[in-house]
């Protein structure tokens, strides 16, 4: 069975940098895409990056030009470079794999706040 370690969260001050990280380990089949989502207590999970196998990225409006993602196909990793953090990004990070078997599968998440 697929499973998804998240690493990385913590606390950083305003303008800090995190970096995440997400190994995928066992039983996944034609993983073609990576990504990190973040949730905020009450409200819905939204998506921050994702990059596909070929390693074309998506960012939210939010992420671009601060959150860097990548990933290294022969680990299975994909990380999160999360640069000129803000008190907003605090949330917590899940990562999430798309793959041809399990179709969707996530990480248990990874707390990051944002505070000084």
């Known amino acids: 069975q697929g499973r998804l370690v998240e690493s990385g969260g913590g606390l950083v001050q305003p303008g800090g940098s995190l970096r995440l990280s997400c190994a995928a380990s066992g039983t996944i089949f034609s993983i073609y895409l990576m990504g990190w989502y973040r949730q905020v207590p009450g409200k819905q999970r939204e998506l921050v990056a994702r990059?596909?196998?070929?390693?074309?990225?998506y960012y939210a409006d939010f992420a671009k030009g601060r959150f860097t993602i990548s990933r290294d196909n022969a680990k299975n990793t994909v990380y999160l470079q999360m640069n000129t953090l803000k008190p907003e990004d605090t949330a917590d990070y899940y990562c999430n794999v798309k793959a041809a078997a399990p179709p969707d599968l996530w990480g248990q998440g990874t707390q990051v706040t944002v505070s000084s």
């Open positions: 990059i596909t196998s070929g390693t074309s990225t």
